[in-house]
């Protein structure tokens, strides 16, 4: 028996030489796209908003005693002593109304939660920033 190319046998012993499949074989598409985290971002600006409606959310949960979707002077006034005694600090009456002044400009005594919002946008200014490459913190 004769062994040559056209046998059965030869081929299980003998790789043929095959042509690596190209891109176009394949339709392969490189073209960049966003991986799902990059796409699932949020921005900068929708972060800050995030962060000002926890905050608003927040405040209201812990201010709104009779759970009436508004606080009230008093409401507020009594959620900063509560505030205050939990994390063992003296109460500021003054500072607290000074900030209440800023949550409730028209001064008609109640909020809902988006005024409360707009309050917290006036009374803490947030901004994210970007640390320069190679920063170290002091003493670090």
């Known amino acids: 028996m004769r062994i040559g190319s056209d046998n059965s046998v030869y081929d299980l012993f003998v790789p043929k030489a095959r042509k ?3 891109v176009n ?8 796209r966003k991986t ?3 796409a699932s971002l949020p921005s ?9 409606d926890g905050l608003a959310s927040s405040q209201m949960r ?4 009779n759970k009436d979707g508004k606080v009230t002077r008093d409401e507020y006034l009594a959620g900063q002593a509560r505030l205050a005694d939990q994390k063992g600090y003296a109460y ?3 500072g607290s109304e000074d900030r209440w002044s800023i949550i409730d400009p028209s001064n ?9 919002r707009e309050g917290m946008t006036k009374l803490f200014k947030v901004k994210i920033g970007h640390l320069p490459p190679g920063y170290r913190l002091p003493n670090s």
């Open 36 to 38: 799902t985290e990059e």
């Open 20 to 22: 690596a499949p190209s």
């Open 25 to 32: 074989d394949e339709n392969i598409d490189f073209s960049p």
């Open 108 to 116: 008609k005594g109640y909020v809902d939660e988006a005024e409360m």
């Open 92 to 94: 500021d009456a003054i």
């Open 44 to 52: 900068e600006e929708e972060r800050i908003a995030q962060f000002y």
């Open 62 to 65: 812990w201010a709104d005693i």
